[in-house]
């Protein structure tokens, strides 16, 4: 089973909506996962939510499902910039 999933975000030059899309990756891991880290630690974001700012400094845990169903609500980036998340799973991997 997996413990760490590494999650390279990229944006384009122009964004074409104000707010990212949810996050959505198929897989078929299960269990509760919080990010690790955020590479670079100091993000090029444009706004971040409280929720977003929990998910993204590993306070809020979440069930890895919601990665291949809703998807989770990531700030949006700032032109040609990107970051790599690390996930690792709390339990039930």
């Known amino acids: 089973s997996f413990l760490k ?3 390279f975000i990229a ?3 122009y964004p074409r909506t104000e707010q990212m899309a ?10 509760q996962w919080h990010v690790s880290a ?3 630690p100091e993000m090029a974001v444009t706004r971040v939510s409280k929720y977003q700012a929990g998910l993204l ?3 809020t ?5 919601s990665l291949a169903e ?3 609500s990531l ?3 700032r032109p040609e910039t990107a970051m790599i998340l690390e996930l690792n799973c709390i339990e039930g991997a």
């Open 75 to 77: 700030p949006m980036l």
């Open 61 to 65: 845990a979440f069930d890895i499902r």
């Open 38 to 40: 955020v590479h670079p």
């Open 70 to 72: 809703g998807g989770l």
């Open 5 to 7: 999933i590494i999650i």
């Open 22 to 31: 949810p996050l959505r990756i198929a897989h078929g891991v299960s269990g």
């Open 57 to 59: 400094s590993g306070e």
């Open 11 to 13: 944006q384009s030059t």
